[in-house]
């Protein structure tokens, strides 16, 4: 019977063993402490009070333990920095759009769920009325102003980059006991018999017309929804009301932290990053926010936003020499490491988002996304386009994506354009659809993929260069190819000011001791038009090296079985090595070893510019496993997070 091993990357989410992984792979600590969290309730810095809402407040009161107010909001249009609002057990529905953030780390403002408390927060309304029409269908009427100033089910999803399929799709939704159904293309549809994904269907158009009046001349939103053996009159039957739950209406506001909430159930529109990028929750084109420790679900289009301010080119930029104009808008509009990015959103669980679980252009540089599980994005293919991913960052500078959890999504991972000193570590991507677990789009290096988990049957999608690829396990399909018709920037360094602009002709990436278990392994890159370094790597089952490795360790007939179980402890990953398969020549993956990329010029080093060293020993055993080499069947825990104790 196989013990349960530990990987190299299987650490809880906590600050203490989040940073001690860091130093087994190379990080050091400096580099990333503002990681850390003990998980405590936070308290007001020096000179700053708390505030506490709860369901049976007022808002007329003065927000104490004793004299609670009834809105999250009316506690922001008090909080100043160095304020702390803790939000007690209940429902609240609206949308909290603070008019300030903190001055810095040490006077952020604060929001959290009190200890122990559910809240939750939500972006809809129930809704009781609806008339029986036949079958599984139901029918409710209801006036505009029941929605205020905003109607999801008259706005209509568009944008740069978005693909309707010929049909209409609105930011409404329509859910039954917290499940959403499913916009229906007609009426038609939604009036026969119930199938599989129970639907839904609305009259009203983007602007309302005449045939959507009452006998009084008002305006009406008619839903039509198929609720099959039940009576939505005697369930939890929610529509779509408001198009954010969380998210400033001004950019700017810095220094803000959320924790602790289940946030769910927006309005969200499509977020291009030629756009200005509202999510469920979003910082709007600030600096320093923490996000953690949150249920986000429910969106649909984006669950969490690290995006750019809005302007008159909103959705008039679907080219690159469009981005372009918007990245050189952005620079004369503050996007620098001083006003920018330097977001922390750790710890979260994101799921049913139709377009991206995270997304960002612009706004995530400088940040930490980590130990965030991130599921049942873009699954149900309802539009198409660009954007659909887990994670999805257009600029993700000195960005740090690590120990994440991402399954069952249409694309995993998405860097594109800008990913220097980007960092993916140490994540487990399995179950991921067509689009890959990792995307790397027209990109210049220096980036670092090490570490990581890629178990899907589509792995890397490569139309970049400059990458250094270590100790990663491969199981699937890996799928270069050049991009010379664009050309996009790469920047002077650990900054975002431009440097130049180059195509993408392919090549110029470092493979050093991976495993590939199955899948193409590494030789469609012998067409590589920029030279490669390859050596340490280890194939297995079919996969193959470039040509480029003379000395691969290549066992074609070896059988490691690779399969992923769930257990009542967690998923966990089966797999066969034996100490046999070892390739001879295993060097040490350092910042000297990895030497310049081609195109930027630069150094494979950290965000505080110190060097990379992945492993202590001088011989490093490939893959992400911790050593001892493991020998025989072996079973190590994916998720959730397990190790030592941070104490």
Avoid at 416 to 441: K, S
Avoid at 475 to 483: C, K, L, N, V
Wanted: hydrophobic share 35%.
């Amino acid at each position: 019977m196989s013990v349960v091993r530990r990987m190299l990357i299987d650490f809880p989410v906590t600050a203490a063993v989040i940073l001690a992984a860091m130093v087994l792979c190379g990080t050091t600590v400096q580099s990333f402490a503002e990681t850390q969290t003990t998980g405590a309730p936070a308290k007001p810095a020096p000179g700053g009070r708390e505030y506490h809402v709860a369901t049976s407040g007022d808002d007329a009161r003065d927000g104490t333990a004793a004299q609670p107010l009834r809105t999250i909001q009316a506690a922001a249009d008090r909080a100043q920095p160095g304020d702390v609002i803790t939000v007690h057990e209940g429902v609240y529905r609206e949308r909290i759009d603070p008019p300030r953030g903190g001055t810095s780390d040490q006077r952020r403002i604060v929001y959290q769920a009190a200890p122990g408390d559910k809240v939750v927060i939500k972006g809809s309304e129930p809704v009781t009325g609806w008339e029986k029409v036949g079958h599984d269908t139901w029918k409710v009427t209801l006036p505009d102003s029941f929605f205020g100033d905003f109607n999801p089910f008259k706005d209509v999803i568009r944008g740069d980059w978005f693909n309707p399929k010929g049909r209409v799709h609105h930011t409404g939704a329509v859910y039954l006991n917290g499940h959403w159904l499913t916009e229906a293309a007609k009426l038609d549809d939604v009036l026969k018999p119930a199938g599989k994904n129970p639907l839904w269907f609305t009259q009203a158009g983007p602007a309302g017309n005449d045939s959507d009046k009452d006998d009084d001349g008002a305006k009406t939103t008619i839903i039509w929804a198929q609720f099959p053996g039940v009576d939505p009159n005697k369930e939890n039957v929610e529509i779509n009301a408001r198009q954010a739950v969380f998210y400033p209406s001004e950019p700017g506001c810095d220094y803000i932290t959320v924790r602790g909430f289940t946030l769910e159930q927006a309005a969200t529109p499509w977020a291009p990053p030629t756009a200005e990028q509202i999510g469920l929750i979003g910082t709007h084109w600030s600096k320093g926010w923490v996000i953690e420790n949150n249920t986000i679900r429910y969106s649909v289009c984006t669950g969490v936003t690290l995006g750019k301010y809005g302007d008159e080119w909103d959705n008039r930029a679907q080219s690159a020499k469009g981005y372009v104009g918007t990245i050189n808008r952005a620079l004369e509009n503050g996007w620098s490491k001083e006003n920018i990015g330097h977001h922390v959103v750790r710890g979260n669980h994101i799921s049913h988002c139709e377009q991206a679980g995270i997304v960002g252009s612009l706004g995530p540089v400088f940040s930490t996304i980590v130990g965030n599980e991130i599921h049942d994005i873009h699954v149900r293919h309802l539009f198409t386009g660009a954007e659909m991913a887990g994670i999805k960052l257009h600029g993700a500078i000195d960005t740090l994506v690590a120990f994440n959890h991402i399954h069952h999504t249409y694309r995993g991972i998405w860097l594109d354009w800008m990913a220097q000193g980007a960092r993916v570590l140490g994540n487990r991507l399995h179950d991921n659809g067509r689009g890959f677990d990792l995307f790397l789009e027209v990109n210049h290096g220096p980036m670092m993929i090490d570490n990581n988990l890629f178990l899907s049957e589509r792995n890397l999608l490569d139309w970049s260069q400059g990458g250094a690829f270590a100790h990663n396990l491969f199981t699937g399909r890996i799928a270069p190819r050049p991009e010379r018709r664009r050309e996009t920037p790469y920047h002077k360094p650990h900054s975002t000011e431009v440097a130049g602009l180059h195509n993408i002709p392919g090549g110029d990436h470092r493979f050093y001791n991976n495993i590939f278990a199955g899948g193409s392994g590494l030789a469609p890159y012998d067409k590589a038009a920029f030279p490669m370094q390859m050596a340490g790597n280890l194939f297995l089952g079919g996969a193959r090296p470039a040509k480029a490795e003379t000395d691969a360790a290549v066992l074609p007939e070896a059988a490691p079985n690779v399969k992923l179980v769930e257990t009542p402890e967690g998923l966990v990953l089966e797999i066969t090595l034996d100490k046999s398969w070892l390739p001879k020549n295993r060097p040490l993956v350092t910042t000297e070893l990895l030497g310049k990329t081609r195109i930027a010029g630069l150094p494979f080093k950290q965000p505080d510019g110190t060097p990379y060293r992945l492993r202590k020993s001088e011989t490093p055993l490939p893959g992400p496993f911790a050593e001892p080499w493991p020998d025989g069947r072996q079973t190590l825990k994916v998720w959730p997070p397990a190790g030592p104790s941070p104490e």
